[in-house]
């Protein structure tokens, strides 16, 4: 069954750096559009940043200047620099994905596990 796949998630000083990475586990499937969302314990999951099969992007108010979705389709994978991070980004990232069979062309949309990032000094 295909997965999303995260990594890159971590423990960072307020202004630091991290990069998430979102991979398909097969490559039977490409990414069509796809997309960020964060979730802490108190609030709902918000969208961060997404980024379509064309590559437009678009980034919530509170991220704009400071994080950057990319994608990169030889590898499958979509990823999110995150600089000038900051306490209240505190909160477990998630990928979300729109992927579509290379062989049917029928499409479904997945979520990945989640990746924790803590902001923290």
């Known amino acids: 069954q295909v997965q999303l796949v995260e990594s890159g998630g971590g423990l960072v000083q307020p202004g630091g750096s991290l990069r998430l990475s979102c991979s398909v586990s097969e490559s039977m499937f490409r990414i069509e559009a796809t997309a960020w969302y964060r979730q802490t314990p108190e609030n709902e999951r918000e969208l961060v940043a997404g980024i379509t099969g064309g590559g437009t992007t678009n980034y919530a108010a509170f991220v704009k200047g400071r994080f950057t979705i990319s994608r990169d389709d030889a590898k499958n994978t979509v990823y999110l620099q995150m600089n000038s991070l900051k306490l209240e980004d505190t909160a477990v990232y998630y990928c979300?994905?729109?992927?579509?069979?290379?062989?049917?062309?029928?499409?479904?949309?997945?979520w990945g596990q989640g990746t924790q990032v803590t902001v923290s000094s």
């Open positions: 979300n994905a729109k992927l579509i069979s290379r062989r049917f062309g029928t499409w479904g949309d997945y």
